[in-house]
Each structure stands twice: as structure tokens, then as C-alpha cells.
């Protein structure tokens, strides 16, 4: 007999997340707490409920200006190597215990170099806490494999050393590369040396585009910088007619984008945040996977949606009637997509996530 779909089954899933940002999934406790170690005085609460509260109410103000304070707090805690280890351990442990049992998280190295960390120090730090977050959920029960993404921030310059960095650490669990910040006026082919280091040594990335801008921003990461995964892509939608008798017309790009089954990272709570739908329930992962796109759903900062996968799983399934087997679809449609080698995929997908939704089933 199949379990009900409600919350607690649901988090009980294996689930998969490729888009998570660690500056955007502290928790609140620990943010006071590094920021007390350090001084920092700047934060708009002293208590960690309210310091919670804040970050949501902040993220959904509809300001960018607002919006963007939320991470000057967190990245401004996390200036230190005993900072980043402890975030990232808790990132992994939290993911674990929300039933994730494979995650790519990504960060932006040259954004933790102020106290005096290098970029290799910032690296080893993040990479020692993620061993640790995993050792600790194993204890607790709970597996995860954590992978990291190494984003280099697009309106800044140095997109080619981020890249390299990414290639000289893919021996220790750096999986892959990504560019982050603005899309407005800093357009991907900005850091086209980097793509092209990376394609050229064999270095998979993805390309945060489609959410701050339209369709040129995916054109060129897919056309130009050769993008495997498009970071949200939600506004392909630009390239999809719906007439008003319900038929749907693609255009060349959404073609494209659907024909050769590259990767969208959704994220559904964040994209309402900033203006791409006005509730679950009108967003565009709805008609994106009825068309059956390679549609993922992810977190993309934690803190700030005041989601987790089990949350923005739960509420798919309320505004859009899936089931099991829609939510097992986006899980092995997301671990199809990662980062590491076709073995550990498959394993993970035959071995964990099948099973796992096979005993939810009843199968």
C-alpha cells in the first residue's frame, strides 16, 4: 500500500539537489554565533528565530537592495577557515536529514578572501566541512555524497582563475564550475577563456541563466560557452506559445534546449522571490515538465526561501497533483544530471533512489 503524500513521507524520499548556494543556507543560530565570535555587529537581530524571520521577509520585500543585504551578512560570518568548515558540515548534515542523498553545492571562493584566506584555503576549508557534514549524517543515519560547484562571480574578473582552481581540485570532490551574480549586462561570453579552459580539459559546468534575464543570457551560455545545465532557465519560457484552446508552440531555442535534454535547475520558492511567477501554482516548472523538459527542483538558498526540498516538493505536489512517480521523475532526472561519473549515478539511482520510492509506492 502506497504511503500517503504528505510532508513527513515525502522528506523521507531520496532526493537529488544540484542548485544550493552554501551563502544562502546558513542556519540562523550559526550566524549569530560567527558573527559574535568575530564582532560583527551588524546584523538586524539577536535572537535566531527572528534573525530567520528577517532573511525570508528580506528575500520576499521585492527589493534588490534588500535582497542583497541578506548576503553581506552571511558571507560577512564566514570570513575564516573554522567559519566555513562549520557551514558546510551543518549544509551537509541538514541536507542529509531532509532525506537528500545526493548534492552539488556551490559557493563563490573569491567572495571569503577578505580576513586573508587564500583561494586554496578557502577550498580546503569548505571541502573539510562537507567530509565532516557527511561523516556526522552517516552517524545519525542518514547518507549523503556532497559534491561542489566553484562559482566565479560574473561582474567581477576573474572567471579564468576560479576555473582553474575548479580543474585543480575535481580530484577532491570538486565537481564542476559555475558563474553567479548579475546576469543584466554581464553576459556569460564575458568569460568565454574560462569555458573554453574548462572544455578543453575535460571540466563540466553549468551557467546561472534565464532568471535575472531572458532568452539571449541562455542563448549564449548554450550556444557560446558550451553550458551543460542551465542554473534555473526558467525564463525558456519566453520561447513557449500557449494559445488560448491549451495547444503549445516551441520555439528554435526551447526546442533546442528540450531536444538535447539539458538540465534545468528549478527552484521554484527562490524564483517566486524574484517576480518569475506569483505563486507555485503559475509557475513555469507546471507546463515545463508536462512538456517534459529535463526539469530538476532545487533549493537554491535555504535560508532566504525558508525551503528545503522536502518543502518545495510538498508544495509542487499540492499545486500541481504529482505523485510518487512524478517525484521520483524529478529525483533520477536530477542524478542523471550530476556532475560525477556514469557508475556512481547509476548506483545511486538503481541502488537508493528506485528503492526508496519503490517502498513509498507499495511496490
Given at each position: ?56 521577509q528580506a528575500a ?31 549544509a551537509a548534515e ?270
Open positions: 500500500m502506497a504511503e500517503l503524500l504528505n510532508f513527513e513521507n515525502i522528506r523521507r524520499a531520496p532526493k537529488v539537489l544540484l542548485h544550493d548556494h552554501l551563502d544562502g543556507g546558513l542556519r540562523p543560530a550559526t550566524v549569530l554565533e560567527l558573527a559574535d565570535a568575530i564582532g560583527y555587529t551588524g546584523l538586524p537581530a539577536s535572537d535566531a528565530d527572528t534573525l530567520g524571520t528577517w532573511f525570508q520576499d520585500s521585492g527589493s534588490l537592495e534588500r535582497y542583497l543585504e541578506t548576503f553581506a551578512h552571511t558571507v560577512a560570518v564566514t570570513q575564516t577557515a573554522t567559519a566555513l568548515t562549520r557551514v558546510a558540515a551543518e541538514d541536507l542529509a536529514a531532509d532525506g537528500v542523498v545526493y548534492a552539488e553545492v556551490r559557493f563563490a571562493p573569491e567572495l571569503h578572501t577578505e580576513g586573508g584566506l587564500s583561494l586554496d584555503d578557502v577550498v580546503h576549508a569548505v571541502q573539510e566541512g562537507f567530509r565532516l557534514g557527511e561523516q556526522r549524517a552517516a552517524a545519525a543515519g542518514n547518507r549523503i555524497r556532497v559534491g561542489t560547484l566553484l562559482c566565479a562571480m560574473r561582474q567581477f574578473a576573474r572567471a579564468s582563475e576560479i576555473a582553474e582552481l575548479a580543474v585543480r581540485y575535481r580530484d577532491n570532490e570538486v565537481v564542476g564550475f559555475d558563474i553567479a551574480g548579475p546576469e543584466d549586462g554581464f553576459p556569460p561570453t564575458r568569460n568565454l577563456d574560462a569555458f573554453e579552459y574548462l572544455r578543453q580539459r575535460n571540466a563540466h559546468y553549468t551557467i546561472h541563466a534565464g532568471e535575472g534575464f531572458g532568452l539571449p543570457s541562455i542563448w549564449e551560455a548554450i550556444q557560446h560557452c558550451g553550458a551543460e545545465r542551465l542554473g534555473h532557465g526558467v525564463r525558456i519560457m519566453d520561447d513557449i506559445k500557449v494559445a488560448e484552446d491549451g495547444s503549445v508552440a516551441l520555439g528554435q531555442l526551447a526546442s533546442y534546449v528540450r531536444d538535447r535534454r539539458i538540465p534545468l535547475e528549478l527552484c521554484p520558492s527562490s524564483n517566486l522571490q524574484t517576480g518569475l511567477a506569483t505563486s507555485i501554482a503559475e509557475h513555469p516548472i507546471g507546463l515545463l515538465t508536462k512538456l517534459r523538459f529535463r526539469v530538476t527542483v532545487n533549493t537554491d538558498n535555504r535560508l532566504m526561501s525558508h525551503c528545503s526540498m522536502t518543502s518545495e516538493m510538498t508544495a509542487l505536489a499540492e499545486a500541481f497533483g504529482y505523485d510518487w512517480k512524478d517525484l521520483q521523475w524529478f529525483t533520477v532526472n536530477a542524478m542523471k544530471s550530476a556532475f560525477i561519473g556514469f557508475d556512481e549515478r547509476l548506483a545511486l539511482i538503481n541502488d537508493v533512489i528506485k528503492p526508496g520510492y519503490a517502498a513509498l509506492m507499495g511496490d
